[in-house]
């Protein structure tokens, strides 16, 4: 591009040609059209490995760039109604990053006792880290356990510190496991009847079958666009516990309009709604999370899981 200088009476910087002959309002359109382009420039590559050096663990690549961390309370001994709850059932907290500007957004959801909360709370306000909800999901456990839904945005590393410092102040177990020399056992379900109830494809975790969910919808936080990953499909977990029985649990991700056809097809199947809240605070559309709870035929349950699904706004299997 040939530059131009204009003569000192115009007391102007030096501008390209093609801005020279422009009105002034229009050279600052222009300018300020770069600059909109400039701060809307895709995010900046992360190197995870200094986050997953921060954090204490190796976390795993997820679908839409996110980057995910499982911090399962394998440390608590948790019964309802006499069924021993494994982590992968409704004791699995986790953190999710995804790359935002120059830097990373996270979202999360801390498995806490009733005595954990406080601590963990104060370490991460400290730091400028957003608690967006503190409640339950179960009913009747036999141990206290609440779950602390928190969010952050800046610098990726220095958040997963703070996530680090303020998980020390729990027993929740930072280390990664210990591998397993054998393969698990397989589950004492049928997981192919139950997939094809459900019309979707689980799998199996930790003793328990997991199905998750996408909704239809693009759903954001802060204009920022969410993938299923950072928390925002319906999960649903399948625990056998014998006899072609299961225990059940998880959430029903919801718009408002939603929430009471749900919450009646469940009760219709005999499944117990435990909970109803917002994980988030700015998110668009604003969503709802249903929790739920049943133990008895797994089959029946699974029937009764796919009327509620067809009463909410999710993908079709693919």
């Known amino acids: 591009m040939k530059w131009i200088t204009r003569r000192p009476e ?126 339950n999901h179960l009913l009747r456990t036999s141990v206290p ?26 027993k929740t177990p930072l280390a990664a496991p210990a591998a397993v020399p054998t393969p ?8 192919g009847a139950i997939e094809k109830t459900l019309a979707y494809k689980g799998t199996a975790n930790g003793g328990v079958y997991q199905f998750s969910v996408p909704r239809a919808e693009d759903i954001t936080e802060r204009g920022m666009g969410l993938p299923s990953a950072m928390g925002t499909a319906i999960a649903i977990n399948f625990e056998p516990t ?28 005999g499944i117990e709604v435990t909970a109803l809240h917002s994980h988030m605070i700015e998110d668009s559309p604003h969503l709802f999370f249903m929790h739920f709870w049943a133990n008895g035929n797994a089959q029946k349950l699974a029937q009764g899981l796919r009327a509620a699904l067809d009463r909410a706004n999710v993908k079709p299997a693919s």
């Open 10 to 135: 115009d007391r102007s910087h030096r501008l390209p040609m093609a801005y020279a002959y422009m009105k002034p309002s229009a050279v600052w359109m222009a300018v300020l059209a770069a600059l909109t382009l400039s701060a809307t420039a895709a995010p900046a590559d992360i190197d995870w490995t200094h986050v997953d050096e921060a954090i204490g663990k190796k976390g795993t690549d997820q679908p839409g760039g996110v980057h995910k961390f499982s911090f399962p309370r394998s440390d608590l001994t948790v019964t309802v109604d006499g069924v021993p709850i494994k982590p992968a059932l409704a004791l699995g907290g986790w953190v999710a990053f995804i790359p935002e500007g120059t830097g990373a957004m996270f979202m999360g959801d801390l498995v806490l006792t009733d005595a954990e909360i406080s601590p963990v709370m104060q370490r991460l306000i400290e730091d400028d880290v957003e608690i967006t909800a503190v409640h």
């Open 145 to 170: 356990v609440f779950y602390m839904h928190v969010g952050g945005h800046g610098d990726p590393v220095k958040l997963a510190s703070t996530l680090h410092a303020a998980l020390a102040l729990s």
């Open 242 to 269: 014998g006899g072609g029985k299961a225990a059940i649990t998880g959430d029903f991700v919801l718009l408002g309009s939603e929430v009471n056809p749900v919450l009646r097809a469940l009760r219709e199947h």
């Open 184 to 191: 698990p056992p397989p589950l004492d379900l049928d997981t």
